[in-house]
């Protein structure tokens, strides 16, 4: 179930957000398909999320 929309930061198009959203969430914009961090909530705030970095064993 839909209850709000927000824009994605880098394409600026609307991304659904649902009743179950929390924050550190990711979602995917399904316009442009980058990751996004859920940031804030009411209402819905997102920032691109981290790139995963590996630490090769260090």
Known sequence: M???VSTCPDCTEVVPTSSDLRVTSIVVC???QAELEVIGLDPAEFALAPEIEEDFGE
């Open 2 to 4: 839909t209850v709000a």
């Open 30 to 32: 399904p316009a442009c």
